[in-house]
Protein backbone atom coordinates (compact mmCIF):
# COMPACT_ATOMS: atom_id res chain seq x y z
CA UNK A 1 0.00 0.00 0.00
CA UNK A 2 1.38 3.42 -0.72
CA UNK A 3 2.09 5.75 1.91
CA UNK A 4 -0.93 8.55 1.59
CA UNK A 5 -3.06 5.31 1.01
CA UNK A 6 -2.37 3.96 4.35
CA UNK A 7 -3.03 7.86 6.12
CA UNK A 8 -6.04 7.89 4.18
CA UNK A 9 -7.01 4.43 5.73
CA UNK A 10 -6.32 6.03 9.15
CA UNK A 11 -8.33 8.89 8.98
CA UNK A 12 -10.97 6.84 7.44
CA UNK A 13 -11.16 4.65 10.60
CA UNK A 14 -10.32 7.34 13.03
CA UNK A 15 -13.56 9.10 11.29
CA UNK A 16 -15.37 6.00 12.16
CA UNK A 17 -14.26 5.65 15.97
CA UNK A 18 -14.77 9.34 16.90
CA UNK A 19 -18.69 9.44 17.28
CA UNK A 20 -18.29 7.00 19.85
CA UNK A 21 -16.20 8.36 21.54
CA UNK A 22 -18.02 11.41 21.74
CA UNK A 23 -21.32 9.88 22.48
CA UNK A 24 -19.88 9.12 26.07
CA UNK A 25 -21.87 11.40 28.48
CA UNK A 26 -19.28 14.22 29.84
CA UNK A 27 -21.01 13.79 33.04
CA UNK A 28 -19.69 9.82 33.84
CA UNK A 29 -16.14 11.36 33.46
CA UNK A 30 -16.57 13.79 36.49
CA UNK A 31 -18.18 11.05 38.79
CA UNK A 32 -15.52 9.21 40.89
CA UNK A 33 -16.29 5.30 40.30
CA UNK A 34 -13.72 3.28 42.34
CA UNK A 35 -11.78 4.71 45.76
CA UNK A 36 -9.48 2.16 47.55
CA UNK A 37 -10.69 -0.99 48.16
CA UNK A 38 -14.24 -0.01 46.92
CA UNK A 39 -14.13 -0.58 43.41
CA UNK A 40 -17.62 0.58 42.59
CA UNK A 41 -18.73 4.09 44.11
CA UNK A 42 -22.61 4.58 41.94
CA UNK A 43 -25.85 5.68 42.61
CA UNK A 44 -27.06 6.94 45.06
CA UNK A 45 -23.20 7.32 46.97
CA UNK A 46 -20.64 9.63 45.34
CA UNK A 47 -17.45 10.98 46.12
CA UNK A 48 -17.00 14.43 47.92
CA UNK A 49 -16.06 16.76 45.13
CA UNK A 50 -17.93 14.91 42.45
CA UNK A 51 -20.79 16.89 40.51
CA UNK A 52 -24.23 17.25 41.68
CA UNK A 53 -25.49 14.60 38.90
CA UNK A 54 -22.52 11.98 40.77
CA UNK A 55 -25.14 10.59 42.99
CA UNK A 56 -27.62 11.58 46.37
CA UNK A 57 -26.20 14.32 48.13
CA UNK A 58 -27.64 12.61 50.98
CA UNK A 59 -25.19 9.40 50.54
CA UNK A 60 -21.26 11.35 50.63
CA UNK A 61 -18.75 9.49 50.46
CA UNK A 62 -15.18 11.02 51.32
CA UNK A 63 -11.94 10.42 49.44
CA UNK A 64 -9.30 9.86 52.47
CA UNK A 65 -5.47 8.39 52.27
CA UNK A 66 -6.70 5.63 49.32
CA UNK A 67 -10.08 4.85 52.28
CA UNK A 68 -13.59 5.28 51.76
CA UNK A 69 -15.13 7.36 54.83
CA UNK A 70 -18.63 7.93 55.94
CA UNK A 71 -19.60 10.85 58.27
CA UNK A 72 -22.34 9.79 60.51
CA UNK A 73 -23.28 11.38 63.73
CA UNK A 74 -20.01 13.46 64.35
CA UNK A 75 -18.40 10.05 64.12
CA UNK A 76 -16.04 8.50 60.96
CA UNK A 77 -16.50 5.37 59.56
CA UNK A 78 -14.54 3.17 57.01
CA UNK A 79 -16.61 1.93 54.03
CA UNK A 80 -14.95 -1.87 53.61
CA UNK A 81 -18.13 -2.88 51.52
CA UNK A 82 -20.95 -1.97 49.42
CA UNK A 83 -23.11 -4.32 47.99
CA UNK A 84 -25.48 -2.96 44.97
CA UNK A 85 -27.89 -6.04 44.70
CA UNK A 86 -29.33 -6.06 48.78
CA UNK A 87 -28.93 -2.18 49.26
CA UNK A 88 -25.94 -2.70 52.13
CA UNK A 89 -22.72 -1.00 53.03
CA UNK A 90 -20.64 -2.00 55.79
CA UNK A 91 -18.75 -0.10 58.07
CA UNK A 92 -16.20 0.27 60.71
CA UNK A 93 -15.61 3.13 63.05
CA UNK A 94 -12.09 4.66 62.26
CA UNK A 95 -10.81 5.01 65.74
CA UNK A 96 -11.01 0.82 66.20
CA UNK A 97 -7.67 -0.72 65.80
CA UNK A 98 -7.55 -4.43 64.66
CA UNK A 99 -6.00 -6.62 67.62
CA UNK A 100 -5.98 -3.49 70.59
CA UNK A 101 -9.43 -4.59 72.12
CA UNK A 102 -8.71 -0.80 74.66
CA UNK A 103 -9.82 0.84 70.79
CA UNK A 104 -13.68 2.03 70.62
CA UNK A 105 -15.61 4.26 68.61
CA UNK A 106 -15.11 7.46 70.46
CA UNK A 107 -19.32 8.04 70.22
CA UNK A 108 -21.40 5.44 71.16
CA UNK A 109 -23.95 4.21 68.26
CA UNK A 110 -26.90 1.98 68.08
CA UNK A 111 -29.43 1.04 66.24
CA UNK A 112 -31.62 3.21 67.88
CA UNK A 113 -29.78 5.92 66.77
CA UNK A 114 -30.93 5.06 63.13
CA UNK A 115 -34.91 4.79 64.45
CA UNK A 116 -34.78 8.04 65.60
CA UNK A 117 -33.21 9.51 62.88
CA UNK A 118 -36.19 11.80 60.85
CA UNK A 119 -33.76 11.91 57.82
CA UNK A 120 -33.93 8.12 56.90
CA UNK A 121 -31.08 7.77 54.57
CA UNK A 122 -30.14 4.52 56.36
CA UNK A 123 -31.96 1.55 58.16
CA UNK A 124 -30.57 -0.85 60.70
CA UNK A 125 -33.61 -3.51 61.23
CA UNK A 126 -33.59 -6.45 59.04
CA UNK A 127 -35.08 -7.55 55.84
CA UNK A 128 -38.82 -9.34 55.94
CA UNK A 129 -37.39 -12.00 53.57
CA UNK A 130 -34.52 -12.84 56.26
CA UNK A 131 -35.56 -12.73 60.07
CA UNK A 132 -32.08 -11.15 61.22
CA UNK A 133 -31.54 -7.52 61.89
CA UNK A 134 -28.70 -6.14 59.69
CA UNK A 135 -26.65 -4.97 62.81
CA UNK A 136 -26.56 -5.43 66.55
CA UNK A 137 -25.70 -3.08 69.16
CA UNK A 138 -22.97 -4.07 72.15
CA UNK A 139 -23.43 -1.93 75.14
CA UNK A 140 -20.34 -1.57 77.13
CA UNK A 141 -21.82 -0.89 80.85
CA UNK A 142 -20.36 -0.42 84.42
CA UNK A 143 -21.18 -2.16 87.74
CA UNK A 144 -20.71 -1.71 90.85
CA UNK A 145 -20.62 -5.28 91.86
CA UNK A 146 -19.34 -7.86 89.84
CA UNK A 147 -22.12 -9.92 87.36
CA UNK A 148 -22.53 -13.89 87.38
CA UNK A 149 -23.97 -14.31 83.93
CA UNK A 150 -23.39 -15.53 79.95
CA UNK A 151 -25.34 -12.29 78.82
CA UNK A 152 -22.33 -10.26 80.73
CA UNK A 153 -19.20 -10.63 78.91
CA UNK A 154 -16.04 -9.46 80.83
CA UNK A 155 -14.55 -6.49 79.55
CA UNK A 156 -12.12 -4.88 82.51
CA UNK A 157 -8.74 -6.20 81.38
CA UNK A 158 -9.35 -4.43 77.91
CA UNK A 159 -11.04 -1.22 78.92
CA UNK A 160 -9.84 -0.51 82.51
CA UNK A 161 -7.97 2.27 81.46
CA UNK A 162 -10.23 3.47 78.77
CA UNK A 163 -11.78 7.07 79.99
CA UNK A 164 -15.89 7.28 79.28
CA UNK A 165 -16.46 10.15 81.23
CA UNK A 166 -15.09 12.76 83.42
CA UNK A 167 -16.62 10.72 86.25
CA UNK A 168 -14.50 7.36 85.25
CA UNK A 169 -11.63 6.64 87.72
CA UNK A 170 -13.59 4.80 90.27
CA UNK A 171 -13.06 0.46 90.26
CA UNK A 172 -15.76 -0.90 87.56
CA UNK A 173 -16.94 -4.04 87.15
CA UNK A 174 -16.80 -3.63 82.79
CA UNK A 175 -18.49 -5.84 80.75
CA UNK A 176 -20.03 -6.25 77.28
CA UNK A 177 -23.85 -7.21 76.33
CA UNK A 178 -25.31 -7.86 72.77
CA UNK A 179 -28.31 -6.97 72.42
CA UNK A 180 -28.90 -5.56 76.18
CA UNK A 181 -32.65 -4.46 76.87
CA UNK A 182 -34.10 -3.89 80.09
CA UNK A 183 -35.30 -6.73 81.21
CA UNK A 184 -31.75 -8.11 80.63
CA UNK A 185 -30.00 -5.37 82.83
CA UNK A 186 -29.01 -5.12 86.26
CA UNK A 187 -29.94 -2.31 88.37
CA UNK A 188 -26.27 -2.08 89.57
CA UNK A 189 -25.19 -1.68 85.74
CA UNK A 190 -25.11 1.74 83.35
CA UNK A 191 -24.52 1.45 80.25
CA UNK A 192 -21.45 3.49 79.35
CA UNK A 193 -20.74 2.98 75.73
CA UNK A 194 -22.80 1.55 72.58
CA UNK A 195 -20.90 0.04 69.38
CA UNK A 196 -21.77 -2.12 66.84
CA UNK A 197 -21.53 -5.57 65.33
CA UNK A 198 -22.66 -7.59 62.22
CA UNK A 199 -26.17 -8.72 62.77
CA UNK A 200 -25.25 -12.38 61.94
CA UNK A 201 -23.31 -12.33 64.76
CA UNK A 202 -24.52 -15.07 67.62
CA UNK A 203 -24.76 -13.62 71.22
CA UNK A 204 -24.89 -16.70 71.98
CA UNK A 205 -21.77 -17.76 71.41
CA UNK A 206 -19.71 -14.99 72.13
CA UNK A 207 -17.53 -15.75 75.20
CA UNK A 208 -14.80 -13.23 75.23
CA UNK A 209 -14.74 -9.60 74.95
CA UNK A 210 -11.85 -9.73 72.15
CA UNK A 211 -14.05 -11.58 70.06
CA UNK A 212 -16.49 -9.44 70.19
CA UNK A 213 -14.04 -6.34 69.41
CA UNK A 214 -12.56 -8.57 66.51
CA UNK A 215 -17.05 -8.08 65.00
CA UNK A 216 -16.24 -4.84 65.80
CA UNK A 217 -13.53 -4.16 63.60
CA UNK A 218 -15.12 -6.31 60.78
CA UNK A 219 -18.16 -3.61 60.93
CA UNK A 220 -21.56 -3.38 61.03
CA UNK A 221 -23.96 -3.02 57.97
CA UNK A 222 -26.48 -0.57 57.04
CA UNK A 223 -29.05 -0.41 54.22
CA UNK A 224 -29.85 2.57 52.13
CA UNK A 225 -33.61 1.24 51.14
CA UNK A 226 -35.11 4.31 52.45
CA UNK A 227 -34.05 6.05 49.33
CA UNK A 228 -34.82 3.13 46.82
CA UNK A 229 -37.85 3.06 48.71
CA UNK A 230 -38.63 6.98 48.29
CA UNK A 231 -37.84 6.23 44.62
CA UNK A 232 -39.98 3.48 44.01
CA UNK A 233 -42.77 3.09 45.79
CA UNK A 234 -44.79 5.67 46.94
CA UNK A 235 -44.86 7.30 50.50
CA UNK A 236 -47.88 5.81 51.28
CA UNK A 237 -46.56 2.46 50.62
CA UNK A 238 -44.37 0.14 53.08
CA UNK A 239 -41.58 -1.24 51.54
CA UNK A 240 -38.91 -3.93 51.50
CA UNK A 241 -36.85 -6.18 49.56
CA UNK A 242 -37.78 -9.62 48.83
CA UNK A 243 -35.43 -12.72 48.59
CA UNK A 244 -34.59 -11.93 44.63
CA UNK A 245 -33.47 -8.56 46.16
CA UNK A 246 -36.28 -6.97 44.44
CA UNK A 247 -37.80 -3.70 45.93
CA UNK A 248 -41.69 -4.49 46.71
CA UNK A 249 -44.06 -1.80 47.62
CA UNK A 250 -47.43 -3.13 49.06
CA UNK A 251 -50.33 -0.77 50.44
CA UNK A 252 -50.79 -0.96 53.87
CA UNK A 253 -53.65 -3.44 53.51
CA UNK A 254 -51.05 -6.10 52.67
CA UNK A 255 -51.21 -5.61 48.92
CA UNK A 256 -48.30 -6.07 46.85
CA UNK A 257 -47.42 -3.95 43.95
C1 LIG B 1 -5.26 1.94 47.20
O1 LIG B 1 -6.01 0.81 47.61
C2 LIG B 1 -6.10 -0.20 46.63
C3 LIG B 1 -7.05 -1.27 47.14
O2 LIG B 1 -6.88 -1.55 48.49
C4 LIG B 1 -4.70 -0.75 46.34
O3 LIG B 1 -4.78 -1.74 45.35
C5 LIG B 1 -3.81 0.40 45.86
O4 LIG B 1 -2.49 -0.07 45.67
C6 LIG B 1 -3.82 1.53 46.88
N1 LIG B 1 -3.11 2.68 46.32
C7 LIG B 1 -2.24 3.39 47.02
C8 LIG B 1 -1.62 4.55 46.32
O5 LIG B 1 -1.93 3.10 48.17
C1 LIG C 1 -21.59 -0.78 39.80
O1 LIG C 1 -22.83 -1.05 40.43
C2 LIG C 1 -23.95 -0.60 39.68
C3 LIG C 1 -25.19 -0.81 40.52
O2 LIG C 1 -25.37 -2.16 40.83
C4 LIG C 1 -24.01 -1.33 38.35
O3 LIG C 1 -25.10 -0.87 37.61
C5 LIG C 1 -22.70 -1.11 37.60
O4 LIG C 1 -22.68 -1.89 36.42
C6 LIG C 1 -21.49 -1.46 38.46
N1 LIG C 1 -20.29 -1.03 37.77
C7 LIG C 1 -19.20 -1.78 37.72
C8 LIG C 1 -18.04 -1.18 37.00
O5 LIG C 1 -19.13 -2.90 38.22
C1 LIG D 1 -25.58 -8.37 51.37
O1 LIG D 1 -24.55 -8.91 50.56
C2 LIG D 1 -23.28 -9.00 51.19
C3 LIG D 1 -22.28 -9.51 50.19
O2 LIG D 1 -22.84 -10.39 49.28
C4 LIG D 1 -23.37 -9.88 52.42
O3 LIG D 1 -22.12 -9.91 53.08
C5 LIG D 1 -24.43 -9.35 53.34
O4 LIG D 1 -24.57 -10.18 54.45
C6 LIG D 1 -25.76 -9.21 52.61
N1 LIG D 1 -26.73 -8.58 53.52
C7 LIG D 1 -28.00 -8.97 53.59
C8 LIG D 1 -28.84 -8.24 54.56
O5 LIG D 1 -28.48 -9.84 52.87
C1 LIG E 1 -4.82 0.75 71.84
O1 LIG E 1 -5.94 1.63 71.88
C2 LIG E 1 -5.92 2.55 72.96
C3 LIG E 1 -7.24 3.29 72.95
O2 LIG E 1 -7.48 3.89 71.70
C4 LIG E 1 -4.71 3.46 72.82
O3 LIG E 1 -4.64 4.36 73.92
C5 LIG E 1 -3.44 2.62 72.77
O4 LIG E 1 -2.33 3.43 72.52
C6 LIG E 1 -3.53 1.55 71.70
N1 LIG E 1 -2.41 0.63 71.80
C7 LIG E 1 -1.59 0.43 70.77
C8 LIG E 1 -0.52 -0.58 71.01
O5 LIG E 1 -1.71 0.98 69.71
C1 LIG F 1 -20.94 4.16 85.83
O1 LIG F 1 -20.09 5.23 85.39
C2 LIG F 1 -20.71 6.47 85.40
C3 LIG F 1 -19.75 7.43 84.76
O2 LIG F 1 -18.45 7.04 84.94
C4 LIG F 1 -21.07 6.88 86.79
O3 LIG F 1 -21.72 8.13 86.77
C5 LIG F 1 -22.04 5.85 87.34
O4 LIG F 1 -22.31 6.13 88.67
C6 LIG F 1 -21.43 4.47 87.22
N1 LIG F 1 -22.44 3.52 87.56
C7 LIG F 1 -22.22 2.54 88.41
C8 LIG F 1 -23.38 1.64 88.66
O5 LIG F 1 -21.15 2.38 88.92
C1 LIG G 1 -34.31 -9.27 76.47
O1 LIG G 1 -33.19 -10.13 76.28
C2 LIG G 1 -33.44 -11.47 76.64
C3 LIG G 1 -32.14 -12.25 76.56
O2 LIG G 1 -31.30 -11.81 75.55
C4 LIG G 1 -34.51 -12.02 75.72
O3 LIG G 1 -34.80 -13.36 76.04
C5 LIG G 1 -35.77 -11.19 75.84
O4 LIG G 1 -36.72 -11.61 74.89
C6 LIG G 1 -35.47 -9.71 75.60
N1 LIG G 1 -36.65 -8.93 75.93
C7 LIG G 1 -37.06 -7.95 75.16
C8 LIG G 1 -38.24 -7.18 75.66
O5 LIG G 1 -36.53 -7.67 74.09
Redesign the pocket.
Known sequence: MHKDQQLLLLLFLLFLLLPQSFSIPIENNRCTTSCGEIANISYPFRLKGDEEVCGDPNYELAYVNNRTVLDLYSSQYHVSFIDYTNYTIRVVDVELQKGNCSSLPLHSLSCSSFLNDKSNLYKCGGYWYNDRELSKTVSIVNCTKAVASQ?YIDASSCLDGVEFSKFSGTRRQLYAM???????MESACTIEHMAMIPGWAD?DNLRSYAQIHDLMVYGFELSWLPIACKKYCRHYFVCDINDKHQIQCSAKNGNNF
Open positions: LVDANVSNG
